[in-house]
């Protein structure tokens, strides 16, 4: 029997609302009560340091293990891909099982893989880059005939089956597709009783020659198939009109609709450059020009439009950074941090793989070799914590938690059991514990130190088992489980 004591640390179980200095016990990869400890447990003192269960990021991309160790540096116990998923779901499942994952990890059904094997001939392939190098591809951006839309929803309905935690449906990537493909969507995640994580299409304000609105679409989908439908970074797909798509979310939400939704704390934004949305002709749509796109990991900003179409033909995949809101101007910083007011936002990464210099695309070693990423894959959680409760006051520490850590699990309760033990502390749940410490917890990562760990964690446990102590990170450490619907 493995147990571990936290000793004397301000414990937050947002699951039971209390606060309170108290010990924490670990055993056997679960909370245990803590009047049974053990003459031989091993203890971490805490005292001083804010205690909680990890956070659980469902909007996470990186699927690989240099990813997920950047993410534990900021708190994160379970990644999610649940925006795009990965197809087929049951070889991603296997191939993170069988080379180790230091944090919990699960994946949606990916429409994207399936109307790009449906649509344009291309296999799907268990990895990001697979579903980026769709995205300049004209046969996947087109609308589906009813023969080819039940074909995909046939790999989907498969997907689902093999452990899929409901349907990631970018369909901002395909601004032309017919808005009935969404519909049907919705009623394939209702009778299978999962949500769909929701990439929408611009608002009506930015382009107002978009089939439809992407929040009415969203809002109208779950008002009619009554199925739970999860709105990914409502601040990236709003940009300046974040106010009007809360308040469609809100009213949605007020008459009986099942919608959550979430954001991440930056301005700047990062797809591949062969977005629909990226094409020279649509940038005014975001109030953008090519200079305001940058390519990663080469750091070069697009020059001009010339350049910006020869870059998506030859290389569609290639992630590049989006400046949507200049975080230095304060009306701009006010409509992001206004999103983070809102009561419901749940925080979530949008983190993407480390693009590696060397052309690799996953490593064991630590520290990273050189390569680049957005911030968010690694100062996410730590800016949010910064900015929201240190600096600005905005959140107290249970509410840090609620946002971070509860509300994001609760997302998966009705259809995947192993979350109803995530995201709290209560007796039987999962060890899924962060400690860090409340006057340091800080994002070090910048656009040109994009890789910088966050700083101020100082233990993190995945199903009981420590990844980082005393803020350095175990190598050998890959305790983490899939979690399936």
Same mark, same amino acid.
């Given at each position: 029997?493995?147990?571990?004591?936290?000793?004397?640390?301000?414990?937050?179980?947002?699951?039971?609302?209390?606060?309170?200095?108290?010990?924490?016990?670990?055993?056997?990869?679960?909370?245990?009560?803590?009047?049974?400890?053990?003459?031989?447990?091993?203890? #971490?003192?805490?005292?001083?340091?804010?205690?909680?269960?990890?956070?659980?990021?469902? =909007?996470?991309?990186?699927?690989?293990? &240099?990813?997920?160790?950047?993410?534990?540096?900021?708190?994160?116990?379970?990644?999610? *891909?649940?925006?795009?998923?990965?197809?087929?779901?049951?070889?991603?499942?296997?191939?993170? /099982?069988?080379?180790?994952?230091?944090?919990?990890?699960?994946?949606?059904?990916?429409?994207?893989?399936?109307?790009?094997?449906?649509?344009?001939?291309?296999?799907?392939?268990?990895?990001?880059?697979?579903?980026? /190098?769709?995205?300049? !591809?004209?046969?996947?951006?087109?609308?589906?005939?009813?023969?080819?839309?039940?074909?995909?929803?046939?790999?989907?309905?498969?997907?689902?089956?093999?452990?899929?935690?409901?349907?990631?449906?970018?369909?901002?990537?395909?601004?032309?597709?017919?808005?009935?493909?969404?519909? +049907?969507?919705?009623?394939?995640?209702?009778? !299978?009783?999962?949500?769909? @994580?929701? +990439?929408?299409? !611009?608002?009506?304000?930015?382009?107002?020659?978009?089939?439809?609105?992407? /929040?009415?679409?969203?809002?109208?989908? &779950?008002?009619?198939?009554?199925?739970?439908?999860?709105?990914?970074?409502?601040?990236?797909?709003?940009?300046?009109?974040?106010?009007?798509?809360?308040?469609?979310?809100? &009213?949605?939400?007020?008459?009986?609709?099942? #919608?959550?939704?979430?954001?991440?704390?930056?301005?700047?934004?990062?797809?591949?450059?062969?977005?629909?949305?990226?094409?020279?002709?649509?940038?005014?749509?975001?109030?953008?020009?090519?200079?305001?796109?940058?390519?990663?990991?080469?750091?070069?900003?697009?020059? *001009?439009?010339?350049?910006?179409?020869?870059?998506?033909?030859?290389?569609?995949? /290639?992630?590049?950074?989006?400046?949507?809101?200049?975080?230095?101007?304060?009306?701009?910083?006010?409509?992001?941090?206004?999103?983070?007011?809102?009561?419901?936002?749940?925080? &979530?990464?949008?983190?993407?793989?480390?693009?590696?210099?060397?052309?690799?695309?996953?490593?064991?070693?630590?520290?990273?070799?050189?390569?680049?990423?957005?911030?968010?894959?690694?100062?996410?959680?730590?800016?949010?914590?910064?900015?929201?409760?240190?600096?600005?006051?905005?959140?107290?520490?249970?509410?840090? @938690?609620?946002?971070?850590?509860?509300?994001?699990?609760?997302?998966?309760?009705?259809?995947?059991?192993?979350?109803?033990?995530?995201? +709290?502390?209560?007796?039987?749940?999962?060890?899924?514990?962060?400690?860090?410490?409340?006057?340091?917890?800080?994002?070090?990562?910048?656009?040109?130190?994009?890789?910088?760990?966050? =700083?101020?964690?100082?233990?993190?446990?995945?199903?009981?088992?420590?990844?980082?102590?005393?803020?350095?990170?175990?190598?050998?450490?890959?305790?983490?489980?899939?979690?399936?619907?």
């Amino acid at each position: 029997m493995t147990e571990i004591v936290i000793r004397g640390g301000r414990v937050i179980d947002p699951g039971a609302g209390t606060d309170e200095v108290r010990d924490l016990l670990v055993r056997d990869g679960s909370i245990a009560d803590a009047a049974t400890v053990s003459e031989g447990a091993v203890v #971490v003192d805490a005292t001083g340091l804010v205690v909680g269960p990890g956070f659980v990021d469902v =909007h996470s991309h990186v699927n690989t293990i &240099a990813g997920q160790r950047l993410q534990a540096f900021d708190g994160v116990t379970t990644a999610l *891909d649940l925006e795009i998923g990965l197809m087929p779901v049951a070889v991603a499942l296997q191939r993170a /099982a069988e080379e180790g994952r230091p944090l919990n990890y699960g994946y949606s059904a990916s429409w994207a893989a399936a109307r790009g094997l449906v649509l344009a001939g291309v296999e799907p392939v268990p990895d990001l880059a697979g579903v980026l /190098a769709l995205m300049g !591809n004209e046969h996947w951006q087109a609308s589906s005939s009813p023969v080819q839309r039940d074909r995909w929803l046939d790999l989907l309905s498969g997907e689902l089956a093999d452990g899929a935690l409901g349907i990631g449906v970018p369909i901002g990537y395909t601004p032309r597709a017919e808005p009935s493909e969404f519909l +049907h969507v919705a009623r394939l995640a209702g009778a !299978n009783g999962v949500p769909v @994580f929701a +990439h929408v299409r !611009n608002l009506i304000e930015a382009d107002p020659d978009v089939l439809v609105d992407g /929040a009415d679409e969203v809002t109208a989908a &779950a008002a009619e198939t009554g199925v739970a439908m999860h709105y990914c970074h409502v601040n990236s797909t709003s940009g300046r009109h974040v106010e009007r798509a809360l308040g469609t979310i809100h &009213a949605a939400v007020a008459a009986g609709s099942r #919608v959550t939704y979430e954001a991440y704390p930056y301005g700047t934004a990062c797809t591949g450059i062969g977005a629909a949305f990226l094409a020279p002709e649509r940038l005014h749509v975001w109030g953008l020009k090519p200079h305001n796109l940058v390519l990663l990991p080469s750091g070069e900003r697009i020059a *001009d439009a010339a350049r910006l179409r020869e870059v998506r033909a030859a290389t569609p995949g /290639a992630l590049c950074l989006i400046e949507i809101l200049d975080e230095s101007d304060p009306s701009d910083r006010a409509l992001l941090e206004g999103t983070f007011a809102d009561p419901g936002t749940i925080v &979530a990464s949008d983190a993407l793989p480390v693009t590696f210099t060397d052309g690799t695309r996953d490593t064991r070693q630590w520290p990273l070799p050189e390569g680049a990423t957005h911030p968010r894959t690694a100062g996410t959680f730590a800016k949010a914590l910064r900015r929201f409760v240190r600096e600005t006051g905005s959140w107290d520490w249970p509410e840090a @938690f609620r946002r971070c850590s509860y509300l994001p699990a609760r997302l998966l309760d009705a259809h995947a059991p192993a979350a109803r033990r995530k995201g +709290h502390l209560g007796i039987g749940a999962d060890a899924d514990v962060v400690v860090l410490d409340p006057e340091r917890v800080t994002d070090q990562a910048t656009v040109l130190a994009s890789t910088a760990p966050s =700083h101020g964690v100082r233990h993190l446990l995945v199903n009981g088992e420590p990844v980082i102590r005393d803020g350095e990170l175990l190598p050998d450490a890959y305790p983490g489980r899939a979690l399936r619907s």
